[in-house]
């Protein structure tokens, strides 16, 4: 296992955590069931990384495009969310992890934004950080973040100013991204915070996803050359 006295670890970690609906067809399961799946890969993936000393993962759990699955489904995977939310703050005590929403919590009746704010509120005094982007989009966060701006009556601004005002301006940009279920792409993720990020791409489909492949991406990870455009 890899170890943070070994220097090896990058300081954030993203993931797109996609192939649960091929998860489960492959078993003959409803799609409900891939997410139930990848709810407990989720876990284990995100105590993994802050055993081995990964100060901030970033989950993708669903996206503004998302809404667009039948209704049967998004419901399943907002259950799960509920229920998650309702032991998040037990769960990942040991592992001394925080824990944030980025997305636009509009979407959430009242009961559930209170229930994110009392685990954002219990956790923050947390030392490691897990932010869940729920009902996110990146485009989304950079307008919702431009007009908040206006709103404060800014007429000029800058990359530190939206940087600051976007959902995760707490956090620094994730230094990897890592993909499952095989598509190659960033289906409007961290677009803004991905600009320097080394990309990673598996066929293995969430739920599917082991530590030690997770270890193996982030020991090609320190292989890379990043050189942010310079020599
Ligand atoms: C990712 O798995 C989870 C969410 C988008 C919520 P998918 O549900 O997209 O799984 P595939 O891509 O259909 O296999
Ligand atoms: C991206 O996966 C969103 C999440 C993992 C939450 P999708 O399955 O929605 O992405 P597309 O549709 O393949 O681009
Ligand atoms: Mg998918």
């Known amino acids: ?13 993203a993931f797109i955590m996609d ?3 091929r998860w489960a067809k492959k078993r003959l399961q409803p799609r409900e069931q891939g997410h139930r799946a990848g709810a407990k890969k989720f876990k284990e993936i995100v105590k993994h990384c802050a055993e081995i000393g ?3 993962v970033t989950v993708y759990a669903f996206s503004t495009e998302n809404w667009k699955r039948p209704k049967r489904e998004v419901d399943a995977i907002m259950q799960l969310f509920r229920e998650y939310i309702r032991e ?4 990942f005590e040991k592992n001394d992890i925080r824990v944030l929403f980025i997305g636009n919590r509009s979407v959430f009746d009242d009961e559930t ?4 704010k009392k685990v954002e509120d219990l956790t923050a005094d947390r030392h490691k950080t897990l932010c869940i982007a729920i009902n996110y989009g990146g485009r989304a966060e950079i307008v919702d ?6 709103a404060n009556g800014k007429t000029f601004v800058t990359e530190e100013d939206v940087t600051r005002e976007i959902y995760s301006g707490a956090v620094p ?11 190659i792409r960033l289906s409007n993720f961290l677009l803004w915070q991905s600009a320097y990020a080394e990309l990673f791409f598996t066929e293995t489909l969430w739920p599917d996803l082991q530590n030690e492949e997770v270890d193996s991406m982030i020991e ?3 292989q890379r050359n990043r050189r942010y455009g310079g020599v």
């Open 1 to 13: 296992m890899l170890k943070k006295e070994e220097g090896l670890v990058p300081k954030h970690v």
């Open 19 to 21: 192939g649960n609906g």
């Open 54 to 56: 990964v100060e901030c």
């Open 88 to 91: 998040a703050v037990q769960d």
């Open 113 to 116: 934004k209170k229930e994110m």
């Open 145 to 150: 973040a431009v007009n908040q701006m206006i």
């Open 173 to 183: 940009p994730p230094d990897m991204i890592i993909r499952t279920g095989g598509e």
């Open 220 to 222: 090609t990870y320190y």
